[in-house]
């Protein structure tokens, strides 16, 4: 299996600042013969399913507010709040679709400071 | 606008089976390229993909190593729906479990991954 590890754990950030996280999964998942990184991104508020923000390492869903990005190849990637809103207070979550069994890094849980 | 709205109890006693239902609005059980999975998600273990089921001319399998020996996961197509069953459960089966949509052979620029999932079902395995 892949293992996804994310850190940090937790963090807490000013609202309109920037607040960074970070996966890194225990082999490539880059596959070479597309150039793509089979990534993705998800944020889950209390009581809700798990949302869709990035997808490809840094393709943004549709709907998915700018300040969210994605950026990374292979093995490390880091996902971008670039100004926190009140909203984003959540936990974040990497998932590799590379194989199966897919997986999900442990979760980072954003709050404001 | 495809929408996924889980069934089932919420209860279960240990050694016996949790059974959950999916039902599906707005795409087909059958399409040749979506698959159909069930999440769970607890404390101590996190989100845990346990597995789907998916249709390419005849119907596919594919189940997380850890539950393998417990769980089928299957279609019915007669009422658009997928359904997981995970047998000889024990309390450590006890989590919030969510049915997912998503499209793996989709390349180009479009997301491939989970993208509609069900609300959600709190399964306590509790005698």
């Known amino acids: 299996d892949i293992v996804m590890t994310q850190s940090p754990d937790s963090l807490a950030v000013s609202l309109g600042e920037r607040a960074t996280i970070n996966c890194k999964s225990s082999?490539?998942?880059?596959?070479?013969?597309?150039?793509?990184?089979?990534l993705a991104w998800y944020q889950q508020r209390p009581g809700q399913p798990p949302k869709l923000l990035i997808y490809?390492?840094?393709a943004r869903e549709s709907g998915v507010p700018d300040r969210f990005s994605g950026s990374g190849s292979g093995t490390d990637f880091t996902l971008t709040i670039s100004s926190l809103q009140a909203e984003d207070v959540a936990v974040y979550y990497c998932?590799?679709?590379?194989?199966?069994?897919?997986?999900f890094g442990q979760g980072t849980k954003v709050e404001i400071k | 606008q495809v929408q996924l709205q889980q069934s089932g109890p919420g209860l279960v006693k240990p050694s016996q089976t949790l059974s959950l239902t999916c039902a599906i609005s707005?795409?087909?059980?059958?399409?040749?390229?979506?698959?159909w999975n069930w999440i769970r998600q607890s404390p101590s273990r996190g989100l845990e993909w346990l597995g789907r089921?998916?249709?390419?001319?005849?119907?596919?399998?594919d189940y997380t190593p850890s539950v393998k020996s417990r769980i089928t996961i299957y279609p019915d197509t007669s009422k658009n729906q997928f359904s997981l069953q995970l047998n000889s459960v024990t309390p450590e089966d006890t989590a919030v479990y969510y049915c997912?949509?998503?499209?793996?052979?989709?390349?180009?620029?479009?997301?491939?991954?989970?993208?509609?999932w069900g609300q959600g079902t709190l399964v306590t395995v509790s005698s």
């Open positions: 997912a949509r998503d499209l793996p052979n989709r390349g180009g620029s479009e997301n491939p991954t989970f993208d509609y």
């Open positions: 707005g795409d087909s059980v059958s399409s040749n390229s979506a698959a």
């Open positions: 089921t998916y249709y390419r001319s005849k119907w596919y399998n």
């Open positions: 082999q490539s998942v880059l596959y070479s013969s597309n150039n793509k990184n089979y």
């Open positions: 490809w390492a840094s």
């Open positions: 998932l590799q679709y590379y194989g199966t069994p897919r997986t």
